[in-house]
């Protein structure tokens, strides 16, 4: 007896007085939410890399009592942040929402009555009464009656099970046919359901745009903090005076900040989420977008996942004097009409019985898991009776005259996976055996396609299940996957040897947890698609997890993409619109490496050459705001989506930034020498020329960065080119008219904008060469 059951493990139940005790005792039935205060969430957008390096440049100009400036940068941050803050906020709400449809009431045994109460105050103890419909609110063991198990959800066990006195069953298991007296052993976090939620709890898997934006700064900021370094020091050398001293350290922290990164990211996935949204695919978390990208593996559930979760006949074999029509249609007639046992309602789909015979029904009983079979008894035309029975092969076999071949006509259907019935039927004579009904959980229409596609796209998939391995197999053949089968056991976190196996049988919520973790930690981009909640701690953990449309709510508040339609293709569309937005981020990136490196070297020639700064504060601000923010319109540029997934390579691309910012570098460096040795030109003159020219070439570097080929190879979108427009002519009609800097004659901007087509394809053809040597694509 269990310690948590006493006094009681009868039907008698407990007294008021005594489960109110044990609440206070053992705590309400639920699951503790951990909510991160807003407060919280709001600040964590402002304590990142880039937004302190934003604060810090915030803080300079307050102390140069440059308040439009400050404003500026401080309206940007804010951006930043409020973009964040209002996708997550979406994705919080759709969960939300979901989570509502959990509430639970149970009848329960209090003070001798049965009464109904909410499923948080269940306490270990109570007597409940388990019906037809119902879903279990606690964890169990049956005292009296039977009911038929629908655990697929908890267990991922693809049949139904009958459950009778002394069975143990969990929460979240629903009542599929019956009716049943049970005691609760566990409650709250210490079910099976509970334990499970605690590991979607602690489930946490960095993403790769986190790191991503975290290493890009990382590597600007060791590049340019030695030239900042330099640039100030040198500076400080050459007695450059206070007012134009500070202003230098504020130029160079914006210019190494690639400030609307953040805002780009974010951007760029909730487009690649609402154009996802139309083809059914719902991202409850945007960063899930991007890592659809990356995905290299996808661990997928059976049951209701690559199955529908629906039982079906799927194999009919007659025996001598019958053919599978007229077992079928035995079958059905023994069978319950308009009941839910999934067994009945999945014989009677087989066939349809003939109305007439129907209609002069006498007798049926329906299934009785103690006699492990149902029976009917109807009059044929000759108002004869006929009985029918159908059920387990060994009860039926046993009622029926013996049928050569039977025994192992059905033990071949076994081996296969199938859950066997045998059909028999006795008129005016001895019992006959008529055939056997093969039963499964059919995979879903689109299964084999789907996989065969992500297969084409790079991605294997392999099945983690709790059913038994020979039906998993059979499945796993069925929709194209070929391998070895693990078998059922436990699986540990730092499992080193699963690459050798395509399914993973008999595994529990755990297992599955475990099996996502070890696949990343061997380097996988890991995707866990599931439906039910022994798959939710292993949908939050894997890097992209993906609830089918009939998942529970757990599956899908766990989940980061949510498919909303019937079918797995959204699995696909998730995974070509996550490229498609990995490459329009790629592109921006890029241009943000190129863009900075040459900034702050920029800086420090211009500071040797003139002995002054190059850009004012105020120059800076119009750079970032004409050039970071216009180009977020690469978020919504034409880009073709690779074969293969997607890897960021920090490294490698700060190389290739790196490289073409040095030949941008050799542009720029030589336009401030002609303007000041050949041209003569003042310092504010100067100036203007440098902001001109950063314009110019800045659009130069987009278009040569936006192709992975030839700079021609493909066409921009529209929003693409009215951002150029606007670029180009914003900065260089003010230059022209005087506005907030020095005039520029409009025949050197006309010269430096031709001087920028030319740079175009010289750096087209050192990327070409660069991205050939790197292998980016």
């Given at each position: 007896?269990?310690?948590q059951?006493?006094?009681?493990?009868?039907?008698?139940?407990l007294?008021?007085t005594?489960?109110?005790?044990?609440?206070?005792?053992f705590?309400?039935?639920?699951t503790?939410e951990?909510?991160?205060?807003p407060?919280?969430?709001?600040?964590?957008?402002?304590?990142?890399?880039i937004p302190?390096?934003?604060?810090?440049?915030?803080?300079l100009?307050?102390i140069?009592?440059?308040?439009i400036?400050?404003?500026?940068?401080?309206?940007l941050?804010?951006?930043?942040?409020?973009?964040?803050?209002?996708?997550?906020n979406?994705a919080?709400?759709?969960v939300e929402?979901?989570?509502?449809?959990?509430?639970?009431?149970?009848?329960v045994?209090?003070?001798?009555?049965?009464?109904t109460?909410?499923?948080?105050?269940?306490?270990?103890?109570?007597?409940?009464?388990?019906?037809?419909?119902n879903?279990?609110?606690?964890?169990?063991?049956?005292?009296?009656?039977?009911?038929?198990?629908?655990?697929?959800?908890?267990?991922?066990?693809?049949?139904?099970?009958?459950g009778?006195?002394?069975?143990?069953?969990?929460?979240?298991?629903?009542?599929?046919?019956?009716?049943?007296?049970?005691?609760?052993?566990?409650?709250?976090?210490?079910t099976?359901?509970?334990r499970t939620?605690?590991?979607?709890?602690?489930?946490?898997?960095?993403s790769a745009?986190?790191r991503?934006?975290?290493?890009v700064v990382?590597?600007?900021?060791?590049?340019?903090?030695?030239?900042?370094?330099?640039l100030?020091?040198?500076g400080w050398?050459?007695?450059?005076?206070g007012?134009e001293?500070i202003p230098?350290v504020?130029?160079?922290?914006?210019?190494?900040?690639?400030?609307?990164?953040p805002?780009?990211?974010?951007?760029?996935?909730?487009?690649?989420?609402q154009?996802?949204?139309?083809?059914?695919?719902?991202?409850?978390?945007?960063?899930?977008?991007?890592e659809?990208?990356?995905?290299?593996?996808l661990c997928?559930d059976?049951?209701?996942?690559?199955?529908?979760?629906?039982?079906?006949?799927?194999?009919?074999?007659?025996?001598p004097?019958?053919?599978?029509r007229?077992?079928a249609?035995?079958?059905?007639?023994?069978?319950?009409?308009?009941?839910?046992?999934?067994?009945?309602?999945?014989?009677?789909?087989?066939?349809?019985?003939?109305?007439s015979?129907?209609?002069?029904?006498?007798?049926?009983?329906?299934?009785?898991?103690?006699?492990k079979?149902?029976?009917?008894?109807?009059?044929?035309?000759?108002?004869?009776?006929?009985?029918?029975v159908?059920?387990?092969?060994?009860?039926v076999?046993?009622?029926?005259?013996?049928?050569?071949?039977s025994?192992?006509a059905a033990?071949?259907?076994?081996?296969?996976?199938?859950?066997?019935?045998a059909?028999?039927r006795?008129?005016?004579?001895?019992?006959?055996?008529?055939?056997?009904?093969?039963?499964?959980?059919p995979?879903?229409?689109?299964?084999?396609?789907?996989?065969a596609?992500?297969?084409?796209?790079?991605v294997?998939?392999?099945?983690?299940?709790?059913?038994?391995?020979?039906t998993?197999?059979?499945?796993?053949?069925?929709?194209?996957?070929s391998?070895?089968?693990?078998?059922?056991?436990p699986?540990?976190?730092?499992?080193t040897?699963?690459?050798?196996?395509?399914?993973?049988?008999g595994?529990?919520?755990?297992?599955?947890?475990?099996?996502?973790?070890?696949?990343?930690?061997?380097?996988h981009?890991?995707?866990?698609?599931?439906?039910?909640a022994?798959?939710?701690?292993?949908?939050?953990?894997a890097?992209i997890?993906?609830?089918?449309s009939?998942?529970?709510?757990v599956?899908k508040?766990?989940?980061?993409?949510?498919?909303?339609?019937?079918?797995?293709g959204?699995?696909?569309?998730?995974?070509?619109?996550?490229?498609?937005?990995?490459?329009?981020?790629?592109?921006?990136t890029l241009r943000?490496i190129?863009?900075k490196?040459?900034?702050?070297?920029?800086?420090a020639?211009?500071?040797?050459?003139?002995r002054?700064?190059?850009?004012?504060?105020?120059m800076?601000?119009?750079?970032?705001?004409?050039?970071?923010f216009?180009?977020?319109?690469?978020?919504?540029?034409?880009?073709?989506?690779?074969?293969?997934?997607?890897?960021?390579?920090?490294?490698?691309?700060t190389?290739a930034g790196?490289?073409?910012?040095?030949?941008?570098?050799?542009?720029?460096s030589?336009v401030?020498?002609?303007g000041?040795?050949?041209?003569?030109?003042?310092?504010?003159?100067?100036?203007?020329?440098?902001?001109?020219?950063?314009?110019?070439?800045?659009?130069?570097?987009?278009?040569?960065?936006?192709?992975?080929?030839r700079?021609?190879s493909?066409?921009?979108?529209?929003?693409?080119?009215?951002?150029s427009l606007a670029?180009?002519?914003?900065?260089?009609?003010?230059?022209?008219?005087g506005?907030?800097?020095s005039s520029?004659?409009?025949g050197?901007?006309?010269?430096?904008f031709?001087?920028?087509?030319?740079l175009?394809?010289?750096?087209?053809?050192?990327k070409?060469?660069?991205?050939g040597?790197?292998?980016?694509?």
């Open positions: 007896m269990n310690d059951e006493s006094p009681s493990t009868s039907s008698v139940g007294t008021t005594e489960a109110g005790r044990r609440l206070a005792e705590g309400p039935n639920a503790p951990v909510a991160v205060h407060l919280w969430l709001i600040l964590g957008k402002f304590v990142a890399p302190c390096l934003l604060e810090a440049a915030i803080a100009q307050l140069l009592g440059e308040y400036e400050a404003s500026v940068i401080a309206v941050l804010v951006f930043n942040a409020a973009l964040a803050l209002f996708h997550e979406r919080h709400a759709t929402a979901l989570k509502s449809r959990l509430a639970l009431y149970a009848n045994r209090r003070n001798g009555e049965w009464r109460v909410p499923a948080s105050e269940i306490v270990p103890g109570d007597v409940l009464k388990l019906s037809l419909g879903v279990i609110a606690a964890d169990v063991r049956l005292l009296t009656g039977g009911v038929l198990l629908d655990q697929s959800t908890i267990t991922g066990e693809s049949l139904p099970v009958e009778a006195a002394g069975m143990e069953t969990y929460a979240g298991v629903l009542v599929r046919r019956g009716e049943a007296i049970a005691v609760v052993t566990q409650t709250g976090a210490r099976k359901f509970g939620a605690e590991l979607v709890r602690t489930a946490y898997v960095t745009q986190q991503t934006i975290f290493r990382a590597y600007l900021a060791a590049i340019n903090a030695v030239v900042a370094s330099a100030i020091a040198y050398t050459i007695g450059l005076p007012t001293f230098l504020l130029i160079a922290v914006l210019a190494t900040v690639p400030v609307a990164l805002a780009t990211f974010t951007l760029a996935t909730a487009i690649g989420a154009k996802l949204a139309g083809q059914g695919v719902l991202p409850t978390r945007l960063s899930a977008v991007d659809a990208a990356s995905m290299d593996l997928s059976k049951t209701g996942t690559l199955t529908r979760n629906e039982l079906a006949v799927v194999a009919i074999h007659a025996f004097g019958f053919d599978n007229q077992v249609e035995l079958g059905a007639l023994a069978s319950s009409e308009g009941g839910s046992d999934p067994v009945d309602q999945a014989v009677r789909r087989a066939a349809r019985p003939d109305p015979l129907r209609s002069r029904l006498l007798n049926f009983v329906p299934f009785d898991p103690a006699s079979m149902s029976q009917a008894t109807i009059e044929d035309g000759t108002d004869k009776a006929i009985r029918i159908k059920g387990a092969f060994a009860t076999a046993a009622l029926a005259e013996p049928c050569p071949g025994t192992e033990t071949d259907l076994e081996r296969q996976g199938f859950r066997v019935l059909v028999a006795a008129q005016a004579g001895a019992m006959q055996l008529a055939g056997l009904l093969a039963l499964s959980d995979p879903r229409a689109d299964a084999a396609m789907c996989i596609q992500l297969r084409d796209l790079g294997e998939v392999v099945i983690a299940t709790g059913d038994a391995p020979l998993a197999e059979v499945i796993a053949r069925q929709v194209g996957i391998g070895t089968v693990r078998p059922p056991g699986i540990a976190a730092g499992s040897s699963l690459s050798d196996y395509a399914v993973f049988a595994v529990l919520p755990e297992d599955k947890f475990n099996l996502v973790k070890a696949l990343q930690a061997a380097g981009t890991v995707g866990m698609c599931g439906d039910g022994n798959d939710a701690a292993a949908l939050r953990q890097q997890g993906i609830a089918v009939t998942a529970t709510d599956a508040s766990a989940a980061g993409i949510v498919l909303t339609e019937p079918g797995l959204g699995i696909v569309a998730a995974v070509r619109e996550g490229r498609i937005t990995f490459q329009r981020i790629l592109t921006y943000s190129v863009n490196v040459r900034q702050v070297l920029f800086l020639i211009g500071l040797v050459m003139i002054h700064a190059v850009l004012t504060p105020m800076m601000v119009l750079s970032m705001i004409t050039g970071d216009l180009a977020m319109s690469a978020t919504t540029d034409n880009v073709r989506p690779s074969r293969r997934p997607n890897t960021w390579r920090v490294g490698r691309l190389l790196a490289i073409l910012g040095l030949f941008d570098l050799i542009f720029c030589a401030l020498a002609f000041k040795y050949q041209l003569g030109l003042s310092l504010g003159a100067l100036q203007t020329l440098t902001l001109v020219t950063l314009v110019f070439n800045g659009q130069a570097v987009f278009y040569v960065v936006r192709e992975r080929g700079i021609w493909s066409r921009p979108s529209g929003i693409v080119v009215l951002a670029d180009i002519l914003i900065v260089p009609t003010m230059a022209n008219r506005i907030l800097m520029l004659p409009l050197i901007i006309g010269g430096l031709a001087a920028a087509v030319v175009a394809f010289v750096l087209d053809l050192v070409c060469e660069i991205f040597r790197l292998q980016m694509a």
